[in-house]
């Protein structure tokens, strides 16, 4: 299996700024796609961003322009730099993985969920 971990997330005022990192560990042959989900209270979760290898970024609307996601293939971590947050950015964020691990002596696709963290913005 592939485990997730992340960490960064915390308070802070508004217009500040948070980087989130995610890293993953376990026995990947490859990971295709990387990004985060978050989900505030009453509300569904939704996509944040997303960065599938050899592809182009992806970004929720609404963060357009203030978030970035990069990845450090050699490390096998993602990190989302927020900036300019806003009191509507407050969530618990998670991080994903999908891609190919070694089973056995074989190989199989796996998607894999980070914990969460919580992320909130106020003054």
């Known amino acids: 299996q592939v485990q997730l971990v992340e960490s960064g997330g915390g308070l802070v005022q508004p217009g500040g700024s948070l980087r989130l990192s995610c890293a993953a560990s376990?026995?990947?042959?490859?990971?295709?796609?990387m990004g985060w989900y978050r989900q505030a209270p009453g509300k569904e979760r939704e996509l944040v961003a997303a960065?599938?290898?050899?592809?182009?970024?992806h970004y929720a609307d609404s963060v357009k322009g203030r978030f970035t996601i990069s990845r450090d293939n050699a490390m096998n971590t993602a990190y989302l730099q927020m900036n300019s947050l806003k009191p509507d950015d407050t969530a618990v964020y998670y991080c994903?993985?999908?891609?190919?691990?070694?089973?056995?002596?074989?190989?199989?696709?796996?998607?894999?969920w980070g914990q969460g963290t919580q992320v909130t913005v106020s003054s």
């Open positions: 994903y993985a999908e891609g190919v691990y070694k089973r056995g002596w074989g190989q199989s696709p796996f998607t894999s």
């Open positions: 960065a599938p290898s050899g592809g182009n970024t």
């Open positions: 376990g026995r990947i042959l490859s990971l295709n796609d």
